[in-house]
């Protein structure tokens, strides 16, 4: 769901968003590349192919365009 689609829908339900905070490229970059890291370092055979996946993933085309994480203060 998009933002403008998350919007909508918490307005539909009666819901006024007081404020709003939501992730951008940077952070969730930052997230990733943490956990792969830390995968790595972990250095099990399932761990290093984890943070394989994750930076594969990321090295493709919109690769990063995972999720967006938004935190709402909303009053009824």
């Known amino acids: 769901m998009c933002l403008d689609?998350?919007?909508a829908a918490v307005?539909?339900?009666?819901?006024?968003i007081l404020h709003g905070s939501?992730?951008?490229?940077?952070?969730?970059a930052r997230y990733e590349e943490t956990l792969a890291g830390?995968?790595?370092q972990h250095g099990t055979s399932e761990s290093l192919a984890y943070a394989g996946r994750i930076r594969d993933r990321r090295?493709?085309?919109d690769g990063a365009d995972?999720?967006?994480f938004a935190l709402l203060v909303l009053r009824v």
């Open 5 to 7: 689609g998350l919007r």
């Open 38 to 40: 830390n995968a790595k």
């Open 59 to 61: 090295a493709l085309p």
């Open 22 to 28: 939501f992730a951008g490229d940077r952070d969730w």
């Open 11 to 16: 307005k539909d339900v009666g819901f006024e």
């Open 66 to 68: 995972t999720l967006v």
